[in-house]
């Protein structure tokens, strides 16, 4: 018999857990699993919850800075913590009423996802942290994300054989067979006071695998359109016996795609699939990003409500998903649905999570603290902001180099290649000699992934202007840092940050440039040329650029609309690892390069601090 006490522990938690939805499902202790309505039928509550995007933390800690996780929101991150809300609510609802699931993108994105592909690769002897912590939850199916195919298939059929439960994806089938080439669905039994239910969880992954993975999926696996696959899956499982079914569709909910329309099939189709195939009762969202409490999208063919919910990313929510079925003529009928999200800064971590994967973080920290390498030159970012910075040119021949490798195979291989990149502080100050992981990490704070895009010369003019907004009008030769940087424009009257300023660098050949201060805004950039010569407008450059900007962020013109050429979803800051540890040594001497200045009426800028 459960203590009274304990059981108000947990209605506590999980209230104080709550942070959206409908004011029905916030009230947590209210719908038993059984009821009898008004109408005489009884009444059983189904849970489902929900996890996405985990990219394999783990534990509330950011292993480049060796501290737990802290930012703006005070969030919490990682599986130990969503763990301890999931056992709160089957304790509360009851285990055998609650199902739990993930939308994918699970073992990839911390140092602690590269130390068990790279450095102490998973095998029969040595378990992925994101199997055991996810077995020690007693998930019910997991959801392939286009991430799970980052370290190659070799490692994910490792991973799925040490589930302890299915791993999902319809739409995946193999290159030569055309079977499907993962689990496509899993039947659930749950049993009721008014007799069996069958729950049928789906996966599907977003098509964008095809390209983002290219070189670890091509000729092996292909990608069907979410919708496509669905129309001939659903009515498979209702075939199989399924009573309600619910999807795990990494895909986000806000249609579109970042590919444009090099594929014949969306990158975001969740809302597309509550629309157009019947029979699906709930979708849990992943791939976005994005914090979707509770959303109702309505089927064109029924007419009935679909429920869609997506909890925020890394684990910092978790989605409760409550369906009411009632049973009718001997069919379960989905009477109505809601979602909230639970909140993991309320909760300490799961203990059996942690005793799971301790070993395994321990070792990645040590990992991240050793040395991997050496740099020839200090690399500093204190005056980056107005003068060439041998970190920059780091950050963008990295980022050149690995994008040259990524169209090496493709149309785009005789393309010379551009890298933009920016100072996201001024604190970056990293000296010559022995180099961490963490060292090498520092030099690039954010999470932003690398893309690469096609763009014309007249289109680097542009966003060399654009770029160059962030300078003051200057009318002398010398100047302080203050009255030089972070001009104040219309879309940032408080002054322009610092990481939207943008160097713009050549790999083949130099990208020359001068930024000249006493000219007006939009006719700043002179002198621009490539390998000596001036830069035809029509010219046509591979750029490699991060994520946040390709979106549009800062809002420089041109890079939304242009075709992309590669987008490997790959953090930029692992990149950077990467090169370090494939190389031993961050050369200055290789990809420091002098090829832009400040100028007041052509002559050189002197700026102090």
Not at 418 to 439: E, M, Q
Not at 466 to 481: C, D, I, L, P
Not at 560 to 577: D, F, G, Y
Request: hydrophobic share 45%.
């Amino acid at each position: 018999m459960t203590d009274p006490s304990t059981a108000f522990s947990r209605r506590a938690m999980l209230t104080a857990a709550f942070v959206g939805g409908s004011a029905a499902a916030a009230a947590l202790s209210a719908p038993a699993a059984q009821a009898t309505p008004a109408n005489g039928r009884k009444q059983f509550t189904l849970t489902v919850l929900g996890t996405t995007d985990l990219h394999n933390n783990v534990f509330n800690w950011d292993y480049f800075k060796d501290l737990p996780y802290a930012d703006a929101a005070g969030n919490k991150v990682g599986i130990a913590q969503a763990a301890t809300l999931i056992k709160a609510v089957r304790a509360e609802r009851g285990a055998a009423n609650t199902l739990t699931i993930d939308s994918g993108d699970t073992i990839q994105g911390t140092p602690l996802a590269y130390y068990f592909a790279k450095v102490n690769p998973i095998s029969e002897t040595v378990k992925h942290p994101m199997a055991l912590a996810m077995n020690a939850v007693g998930y019910d199916a997991v959801g392939l994300g286009n991430h799970e195919f980052n370290y190659g298939i070799p490692m994910l059929r490792t991973w799925e054989k040490q589930l302890d439960f299915p791993l999902l994806g319809a739409n995946v089938h193999d290159a030569g067979t055309g079977r499907r080439a993962f689990t496509p669905y899993v039947l659930k039994r749950v049993k009721t006071e008014n007799g069996w239910l069958t729950v049928g969880l789906v996966g599907f992954v977003t098509p964008g695998c095809a390209l983002w993975d290219r070189d670890n999926v091509q000729g092996k696996l292909d990608f069907n359109g979410i919708v496509e696959e669905a129309k001939t899956v659903i009515p498979e499982m209702k075939a199989a016996g399924a009573d309600v079914v619910i999807v795990s569709s990494h895909s986000g909910a806000t249609p579109g795609s970042s590919y444009g329309d090099a594929l014949p099939f969306p990158e975001n189709a969740s809302t597309q699939l509550a629309e157009e195939v019947p029979g699906i009762d709930a979708i849990l969202v992943g791939h976005a990003h994005l914090e979707i409490p509770e959303r109702f999208v309505t089927n064109k063919a029924t007419g009935r409500p679909v429920l869609l919910t997506e909890p925020l990313k890394w684990g910092m929510r978790v989605s409760v998903m409550d369906l009411e079925l009632v049973k009718h003529r001997g069919q379960w009928l989905v009477a109505s649905a809601h979602a909230h999200l639970l909140d993991a800064k309320t909760v300490d971590a799961d203990p059996a999570v942690v005793s799971a994967v301790q070993a395994g973080h321990e070792a990645t920290v040590k990992y991240v603290n050793q040395v991997i390498g050496t740099s020839t030159a200090p690399l500093s970012t204190a005056t980056a902001c107005w003068e060439d910075s041998a970190a920059i040119d780091a950050i963008n021949y990295v980022q050149a180099s690995t994008v040259k490798a990524e169209l090496a195979n493709g149309p785009a291989a005789g393309l010379p290649v551009l890298s933009i990149a920016a100072a996201f502080s001024r604190s970056v100050d990293v000296k010559a000699g022995p180099l961490t992981i963490r060292d090498v990490a520092g030099l690039y704070i954010f999470d932003n992934t690398l893309l690469s895009i096609k763009v014309t010369g007249a289109q680097v003019k542009d966003y060399l202007e654009w770029s160059a907004q962030y300078f003051k009008a200057v009318s002398g030769t010398t100047a302080r840092a203050a009255d030089v940087t972070n001009a104040a424009t219309a879309l940032a009257p408080n002054g322009t940050p610092d990481y939207n300023y943008d160097v713009v660098y050549g790999l083949d050949a130099p990208l020359n440039y001068e930024i000249d201060l006493a000219r007006p805004v939009g006719d700043r950039i002179r002198n621009l040329s490539y390998d000596g010569a001036p830069v035809p407008a029509g010219m046509e450059f591979a750029m490699a650029i991060n994520n946040y900007r390709q979106s549009g962020g800062g809002g420089f013109p041109g890079v939304k609309s242009a075709p992309v050429l590669s987008n490997s979803q790959q953090e930029i800051r692992q990149r950077i690892i990467d090169y370090v540890v494939d190389r031993g040594t961050l050369d200055a001497a290789v990809f420091s390069q002098a090829n832009w200045r400040l100028t007041v009426n052509g002559e050189p800028l002197t700026v102090t601090a």
